[in-house]
């Protein structure tokens, strides 16, 4: 069965840090281009930060660049995503998805999400 199962989320402080991951199973993810998308209640979703498949190329929002990091442990078949310096603004559930086109500047096209997400939530 193939999955994708998020992780890490939780409560914390303004300025604190969590680190969310994404493991997969039944397939591959070094194959694919991996992404992260949060929703915020009553809100749209909205891009976090992807990693590409095969030359590692990343792309942040403007909101998370400088705070947030994506990485791969492709012998683990997970992508985590390291989020430090925290707002308010950054609660919402965090969803990995996959595939789409992951370039520096954008990213788009991925398939909806596979799995339940996991809450994040930052207290001011």
């Known amino acids: 069965e193939v999955q994708l199962v998020e992780s890490g989320g939780g409560l914390v402080q303004a300025g604190g840090s969590l680190r969310l991951s994404c493991a997969a199973s039944?397939?591959?993810?070094?194959?694919?281009?991996i992404g992260w998308i949060r929703q915020a209640p009553g809100k749209e979703r909205d891009v976090v930060s992807c990693?590409?498949?095969?030359?590692?190329?990343?792309y942040y929002a403007n909101s998370v660049k400088g705070r947030f990091t994506i990485s791969s442990d492709y012998a683990k078949n997970t992508v985590y995503l390291q989020m430090n310096t925290l707002k308010a603004e950054d609660t919402a559930v965090y969803y990995c998805v996959v595939d789409g086109y992951c370039h520096s500047n954008y990213y788009y096209g991925w398939r909806s999400p596979w799995g339940q997400g996991t809450q994040v939530t930052v207290s001011s």
């Open positions: 039944g397939f591959t993810l070094k194959d694919y281009v």
């Open positions: 990693i590409g498949a095969s030359d590692g190329r990343t």
